[in-house]
């Protein structure tokens, strides 16, 4: 019998997976990571010695039990770590496990790829010593290491003051935290943040406790520059320059859409996260047969929704199986769900995105690192009459490269957009191609 | 000079590897990326100016942390654990 397949082992898919067995059905669930618990629960290699409460904060008790219930599943369930999903068509996957080309046939697929940083490139950007915001992260959380020694944390979103107190409380030096959004902006999203007080809270507990710490916080403040030859030596805002060696910035989160996109889901605008998105119902169908969608990689929720909506997928898939589930659980899980989608509204005023960018970004800004395309390239290809995204990059290679536009996609819209005078729904969707990541060459294929 | 600063973590045992052919020394769970750029500043030239990099979204995505193994087989350092003798090495990408 063909398999349920769950893709990505962050909390949506370990939910999704935990909520499957419960029901007497076991799934396979593939992850690209060694150690399951996805980005924002990153665990740190098993020798490591840091309590959850370093790692975590205050979320050590969830991304505990994330993990718990991960290493509970592993040996019951077929879990496929390290393993790329790297294409996806009707009721097949191909992958890559260790060098070995696998694929899997699956009766029903839960899609739970999760998210990126949101980037929108400054001068700069590439050189040693920068990294999203979820990077920095990562290099603490995970190897136990500071991305420099002076470390500016710049751009927008939640992200950026977590990230700045997770470093400063762990010994770094944090220079500044430059937030593009102004003081004004997080008042008007005051009533729509109290949804979720306890949210709130940590998030107002962060920004005050790195004030409280001496840590310059610039709000409205927007990085126009990164000065440095090899290696990062400073920054720039407005008519301020601050000495540092590493940057983490980023504007929120993107989500991770290619699979969905190659399975034919239908996409849909979707204003709240600037961005297209795979189209589900609230239990998480997308518009094929047999196809779920869960987590942020079906449009940015953060992990406790991840969580939730990872069960309620996979409770769908057990519905439309014909077996009983519990419609109270269901009532309970989509009115949370609703209640988290307010606050992002809140979050999403709080942290509004920078319309003004593509006009201020100049011409010399490299747009895309890696096929080294500037901004007045694409404006150029725009000037000769292209608007559609996919056209532009035909034209210039914008987001043709190696990582498929995961980086530069978003802002390379904002210039189409922007210089051609359209709405940035209006200039087409970047589409995903089949390997969605590089593969090497010499691929042994099981026979 | 290093790029990456060790805040935590330590007492791990360490191991060997080389750079472009120099001994060099990681921990025992570090990621190539953090094995390299905690005595070094950068992992890649880039394709079309030789521009150095050094990764930049440490989860997998961005492509920009390919480092070279031994065994001619490129890995991203980010993704990739560090074992005892790798011998990694660090292409340095072209001028268009």
Request: proline share 5%; glycine share 10%; net charge neutral.
């Amino acid at each position: 019998m063909k398999p349920i397949v769950i893709v990505g082992a962050g909390p949506a898919g370990i939910s999704a997976a935990r909520t499957l067995l419960d029901h007497g059905v076991t799934p396979c669930l593939v992850d690209e990571s060694l150690r399951g618990g996805g980005q924002i629960y990153r665990r740190q290699p098993a020798n490591f010695q840091r309590s959850a409460k370093q790692l975590y904060g205050f979320d050590a008790s969830k991304a505990e039990a994330v993990h718990r219930t991960m290493d509970e599943l592993a040996p019951l369930i077929d879990y496929r770590p390290q393993t790329l999903v790297w294409n996806a068509e009707d009721g097949r996957l191909d992958m890559l496990n260790n060098g070995r080309a696998e694929s899997v046939e699956y009766a029903q697929l839960i899609v739970a790829t999760g998210a990126t940083d949101r980037i929108l490139p400054v001068p700069g950007w590439t050189l040693p010593g920068v990294y999203s915001l979820g990077a920095a992260q990562i290099a603490l959380k995970y190897q136990g290491c500071a991305i420099g020694e002076r470390v500016a944390f710049c751009g927008s979103g939640p992200l950026l003051y977590l990230v700045a107190y997770q470093y400063a409380k762990a010994g770094a030096k944090v220079v500044a935290v430059l937030d593009s959004a102004p003081f004004s902006a997080q008042c008007r999203a005051l009533p729509a943040l109290l949804g979720q007080p306890a949210t709130l809270a940590k998030g107002v507990y962060y920004r005050a406790w790195l004030t409280a710490h001496g840590i310059p916080v610039h709000q409205g403040a927007t990085l126009t520059q990164i000065d440095g030859e090899q290696r990062v030596k400073g920054i720039r805002w407005g008519e301020h320059t601050l000495d540092c060696d590493a940057v983490a910035f980023a504007h929120a989160l993107r989500s991770e859409t290619q699979l969905a996109d190659l399975l034919g889901c239908e996409f849909a605008w979707n204003s709240l996260n600037r961005a297209w998105l795979p189209q589900r119902d609230s239990a998480g169908r997308s518009s094929i047969l047999g196809v779920y969608l869960a987590g942020d990689g079906a449009g940015i929720m953060g992990a406790d929704a991840a969580q939730m909506a990872g069960e309620r997928a996979a409770l769908a898939v057990l519905e439309d199986a014909g077996m009983a589930t519990d419609h109270r659980r269901i009532a309970v899980l989509e009115q949370q769900l609703a209640s988290i989608q307010r606050f992002r509204h809140g979050l999403e005023t709080a942290f509004p995105f920078p319309e003004h960018w593509a006009a201020q970004a100049p011409d010399q800004l490299m747009l895309c690192r890696c096929e080294e395309v500037s901004v007045g390239e694409v404006r150029a290809v725009v000037d000769e009459g292209h608007w559609e995204i996919n056209r532009v990059k035909a034209h210039c290679r914008v987001g043709m490269g190696r990582c498929q536009g995961r980086m530069c996609g978003l802002a390379a819209a904002e210039i189409v957009a922007e210089r051609s005078g359209r709405g940035i729904e209006h200039v087409g969707r970047l589409r995903g191609q089949a390997p969605i990541k590089p593969l090497p060459f010499g691929v042994e294929v099981q026979p | 000079m290093a790029l990456f600063k060790r805040l935590a973590e330590t007492q791990r045992p360490t191991v060997a590897f080389t750079l472009d052919g120099q001994p060099a020394t990681g921990l025992l769970g570090d990621t190539l990326l953090t094995a390299v750029l905690t005595c070094a500043e950068h992992l890649r030239g880039s394709d079309f100016s030789a521009e150095r990099r050094a990764g930049f979204c440490l989860m997998g995505a961005c492509q920009d942390c390919w480092v070279r193994l031994q065994d001619g087989r490129r890995v991203r350092a980010c993704a990739t654990l560090l074992e005892e003798g790798q011998a990694i090495s660090r292409d340095p990408g072209r001028q268009a």
